[in-house]
């Protein structure tokens, strides 16, 4: 018999300091202000999980120095204008539920942060077999099988009696003995994603590893290429599928800018369009990550194995101009004589920083003109739209804004027509994004491709991605009557920053799925107890049902945001995190790594760099534990679509928490006893 649950008691408030592209969470505690080192932009601030009776103004200015009001049982947002770039504290006053924000004089020496594990009301896991009541699930007679155990046991007056693996964190996963793979149809409402980085995943081809001139910095390479590449994820591809893996979303593998700008608010590094969201020639795929023969291999030898491949849709903006991408392209804006003879193999002198090279750029030189043009792009420069303050007409970090609403023909800029290898070629009254839906759907019309995820929805109008969504099924079509094949329509989703678990009117825009931005907080209180999750749970269950066209997409890290295991450094949360994401309805997304704790990595003063750290290939005993338990996770949501996309429903134990899954004839109980 399982013993009385643990007194209640409450997590810490949390603080989410966001922009327009990245949120980290940190808690709030009374004991000592939280000091971040934040840059000059707009921030803003949320404020969760303070308990008792408050309530906040409806419209709050933020100054300096005052106690700010805070909400009781719902978030506060505040806006954080940040004009000079340094250390602020943000002090929480429990007593009077306030916060207070200052500018800090000296510079804050805390650079790890690690979250007290919640402290919730929580079943205590007993040393006896339990006995569950499973209700009207199965009919007496049914043999079950546990997924993490193997044992098998027989509903009998509804009941069965087990214990939990001591290995699963208290949890089991009851399924019919003959339960097997592909029994029931597929359904993207449960398809377990796993998102790899292309560059930091897996190195099988060192001879593109500094394509284009790229260099090496020769210090903590935070911001540099390090040489994974397509051959390198198809190598891989047994072990992603062992994950229970239904989607493999690759970061986007386009032809990036060539050379580096500054990273960091002090130019520390070189930082370099690794991650893939720098686009210079939609139509090509970056050398360092291989060719089109190496995507063709990685398509196939996935579509051999049942996974669909994604790639990464980036509409609404380009890369920066480079010091290399000047030189290769011939524009006449740089004054050479401060630079070595290959402008790529610029670096800072002794008194210099990485951002130190634009002394050497004319920014208002009438010759921007031969750069994308002013009828592609808005951005600072010279005969240029200026960015404006809308989500469509601002520039994200600054990045040239595609005029995807202008309606009036352009012509590809001659450098890009030009590039060697470039499938890009003038076309008849084709608007700007036009050329960008064309050059999109033409990978899903060569290769194959599933579907898109899509980047910064929010800041390209509705039209853009109706009609992407269009070409784009249009070209899978297309291609699989040429190949002779079949499969699921297109699939796009959507990344909304800040987005929940909710029908929004995105979803009419072409969207399948919107990003969760909500799960990875919730994690922590379900790491810490799993049947924390019952409510979230519940929620997400029947706005599924309600809403059948739309599906949120959860995940516990991103390269963002933050890696779960970072804010605990706790390899039994991580794997309490991996059941808690693992079992929720929809879909989820597996950011690489997750599944073996990858740590983060060096980042200077850009937190986010160090989430994107190289993958883990050699595994110590904690990580090979780690990695078994989730792979019999994801094995086991993949065997049950019921998972995420059935009804939820609470069966009533006196000390367990216990759950079915219905989708048809898919059933499942899923078991919590306790920590």
Same mark, same amino acid.
């Given at each position: 018999?399982l013993?009385a649950?643990?007194?209640?008691?409450?997590?810490?408030?949390?603080?989410?300091?966001?922009?327009?592209?990245?949120?980290?969470?940190?808690?709030?505690?009374?004991?000592?202000?939280?000091?971040?080192?934040?840059?000059?932009?707009?921030?803003?601030?949320?404020?969760?999980?303070?308990?008792?009776?408050c309530?906040?103004?409806?419209?709050?200015?933020?100054?300096?120095?005052?106690?700010?009001?805070?909400?009781?049982?719902?978030?506060?947002?505040?806006?954080?204008?940040?004009?000079?770039?340094?250390?602020?504290?943000f002090?929480?006053?429990?007593?009077?539920?306030?916060?207070?924000?200052?500018?800090?004089?000296?510079?804050?020496?805390?650079?790890?942060?690690?979250?007290?594990?919640?402290?919730?009301?929580?079943?205590?896991?007993s040393?006896?077999p339990?006995?569950?009541?499973?209700?009207?699930?199965?009919?007496?007679?049914?043999?079950?099988?546990?997924?993490?155990?193997?044992?098998?046991?027989?509903?009998?007056?509804?009941?069965?009696?087990?214990?939990?693996?001591?290995?699963?964190?208290?949890?089991v996963?009851?399924?019919?003995?003959?339960?097997?793979?592909?029994?029931?149809?597929?359904?993207?409402?449960?398809?377990?994603?796993?998102?790899?980085?292309?560059?930091?995943?897996?190195?099988?081809?060192?001879?593109?590893?500094?394509s284009?001139?790229?260099?090496?910095d020769?210090?903590?390479?935070?911001?540099?290429?390090?040489?994974g590449?397509?051959?390198?994820?198809?190598?891989?591809?047994?072990?992603?599928?062992?994950?229970?893996?239904?989607?493999?979303?690759?970061s986007?593998?386009?032809?990036q800018?060539?050379?580096?700008v500054?990273?960091?608010?002090?130019?520390?590094?070189p930082?370099y369009?690794?991650?893939?969201?720098?686009?210079?020639?939609?139509?090509?795929?970056?050398?360092?990550?291989?060719?089109?023969?190496?995507?063709?291999?990685?398509?196939?030898?996935?579509?051999?194995?049942?996974?669909?491949?994604?790639l990464?849709?980036?509409?609404?903006?380009?890369?920066?101009?480079?010091?290399?991408?000047?030189?290769?392209?011939?524009i006449?804006?740089?004054?050479?004589?401060?630079?070595?003879?290959?402008?790529?193999?610029?670096?800072?002198?002794?008194?210099?920083?990485?951002?130190?090279?634009?002394?050497?750029?004319?920014?208002?030189?009438?010759?921007?003109?031969?750069?994308?043009g002013?009828?592609?792009?808005?951005?600072?420069?010279?005969?240029?739209?200026?960015?404006?303050?809308?989500?469509?007409?601002?520039?994200?970090?600054?990045l040239?804004?595609?005029?995807?609403?202008?309606?009036?023909?352009?012509?590809?800029?001659?450098w890009?027509?030009?590039?060697?290898g470039?499938?890009?070629?003038?076309?008849?009254?084709?608007?700007?994004?036009?050329?960008?839906?064309?050059?999109?759907?033409?990978?899903?019309?060569?290769?194959?491709?599933?579907?898109?995820?899509?980047?910064?929805?929010?800041h390209?109008?509705?039209?853009?991605?109706?009609?992407?969504?269009?070409?784009?099924s249009?070209?899978?079509?297309?291609?699989?009557?040429?190949?002779?094949?079949?499969?699921?329509?297109?699939?796009?989703?959507?990344?909304?920053? *800040?987005?929940?678990?909710? #029908?929004? %009117?995105?979803?009419? =825009? /072409?969207?399948?799925?919107? +990003?969760?931005?909500?799960?990875?907080?919730?994690?922590?209180?379900?790491?810490?107890?799993?049947?924390?999750?019952?409510?979230?749970?519940?929620?997400?269950?029947?706005?599924?049902?309600?809403?059948p066209?739309?599906?949120?997409?959860?995940?516990?890290?991103?390269?963002?945001?933050e890696?779960?295991?970072?804010?605990?450094?706790?390899?039994?949360?991580?794997?309490?995190?991996?059941?808690?994401?693992?079992?929720?309805?929809?879909?989820?997304?597996?950011?690489?790594?997750?599944?073996?704790?990858?740590?983060?990595?060096?980042?200077?003063?850009?937190?986010?760099?160090?989430?994107?750290?190289?993958?883990l290939?050699?595994?110590?005993?904690e990580?090979?534990?780690?990695?078994?338990?989730?792979?019999?996770? *994801?094995?086991?949501?993949? #065997?049950? %679509?019921?998972?995420? =996309? /059935?009804?939820?429903?609470l +069966?009533?134990?006196?000390?367990?928490?216990?759950?079915?899954r219905?989708?048809g004839?898919?059933?499942?109980?899923?078991?919590?006893?306790?920590k």
């Open positions: 018999m013993l649950t643990s007194t209640s008691a409450f997590a810490a408030p949390s603080l989410s300091v966001s922009t327009t592209t990245t949120s980290r969470d940190f808690p709030l505690t009374t004991s000592e202000p939280l000091v971040l080192p934040l840059t000059k932009q707009l921030y803003q601030l949320k404020i969760s999980d303070v308990e008792g009776e309530e906040a103004p409806a419209e709050q200015k933020v100054k300096f120095r005052r106690p700010l009001q805070l909400n009781c049982g719902k978030e506060t947002l505040l806006d954080l204008n940040v004009r000079f770039a340094g250390d602020y504290s002090s929480y006053d429990e007593e009077n539920k306030t916060i207070a924000i200052a500018r800090e004089a000296k510079k804050s020496k805390q650079t790890v942060f690690k979250r007290p594990i919640p402290n919730v009301q929580c079943e205590q896991l040393t006896e339990a006995t569950l009541d499973l209700a009207d699930t199965y009919p007496d007679g049914t043999e079950l099988k546990e997924a993490f155990s193997g044992q098998v046991v027989t509903v009998e007056n509804g009941k069965v009696t087990l214990s939990p693996a001591q290995t699963s964190g208290g949890l996963l009851l399924e019919p003995i003959e339960s097997q793979p592909n029994a029931f149809p597929f359904s993207y409402s449960n398809a377990n994603i796993y998102f790899v980085m292309v560059d930091r995943f897996n190195n099988a081809d060192s001879s593109n590893d500094q284009y001139g790229r260099q090496k020769g210090k903590q390479e935070v911001g540099t290429f390090h040489g590449d397509l051959k390198g994820v198809t190598a891989k591809l047994d072990y992603i599928k062992s994950l229970g893996t239904d989607v493999i979303w690759l986007p593998i386009v032809e800018v060539h050379g580096f500054g990273g960091g608010e002090k130019g520390s590094f930082f369009a690794y991650h893939g969201y720098w686009t210079r020639d939609f139509t090509k795929i970056d050398e360092n990550f291989g060719n089109d023969n190496d995507l063709e291999i990685l398509v196939n030898e996935a579509h051999k194995r049942g996974i669909k491949v994604f990464d849709a980036v509409i609404n903006h380009s890369g920066y101009s480079t010091l290399a991408d000047l030189q290769f392209d011939n006449d804006v740089v004054n050479p004589q401060s630079l070595p003879s290959k402008w790529a193999q610029w670096s800072p002198n002794g008194s210099e920083n990485w951002h130190s090279y634009h002394q050497a750029i004319n920014y208002q030189s009438d010759n921007w003109e031969n750069w994308w002013p009828d592609w792009v808005r951005t600072g420069l010279p005969g240029y739209s200026k960015p404006g303050s809308s989500d469509i007409t601002m520039t994200l970090a600054g040239p804004d595609f005029l995807t609403e202008a309606d009036q023909p352009v012509t590809p800029p001659q890009l027509l030009d590039n060697p470039t499938r890009v070629t003038k076309r008849d009254n084709f608007t700007v994004s036009d050329y960008l839906i064309s050059w999109q759907s033409d990978w899903v019309k060569r290769f194959g491709i599933d579907g898109f995820r899509v980047d910064t929805v929010k390209v109008e509705g039209d853009v991605w109706r009609r992407l969504k269009a070409s784009a249009q070209s899978l079509e297309q291609w699989r009557r040429e190949n002779g094949k079949q499969g699921e329509p297109f699939w796009m989703m959507g990344e909304v920053w *800040g987005h929940s678990a909710y #029908r929004s %009117p995105y979803v009419d =825009d /072409g969207f399948d799925a919107l +990003i969760n931005f909500d799960m990875q907080k919730k994690l922590d209180k379900g790491a810490a107890c799993f049947s924390q999750m019952q409510d979230t749970y519940q929620n997400y269950a029947d706005s599924m049902q309600e809403t066209d739309f599906t949120p997409v959860s995940y516990m890290s991103s390269h963002d945001t890696l779960f295991f970072d804010r605990f450094k706790s390899f039994e949360m991580q794997r309490n995190a991996a059941n808690a994401l693992m079992l929720s309805p929809g879909a989820v997304q597996v950011y690489y790594g997750d599944e073996i704790a990858r740590e983060l990595g060096p980042y200077a003063d850009d937190f986010h760099q160090g989430t994107r750290s190289d993958m290939w050699k595994l110590d005993t990580r090979k534990a780690l990695l078994e338990h989730w792979q019999t996770l *994801g094995q086991f949501r993949q #065997r049950h %679509p019921a998972i995420g =996309d /059935g009804q939820h429903k +069966i009533p134990n006196e000390s367990a928490y216990v759950f079915s219905t989708l004839n898919d059933k499942v109980v899923v078991g919590y006893l306790g």
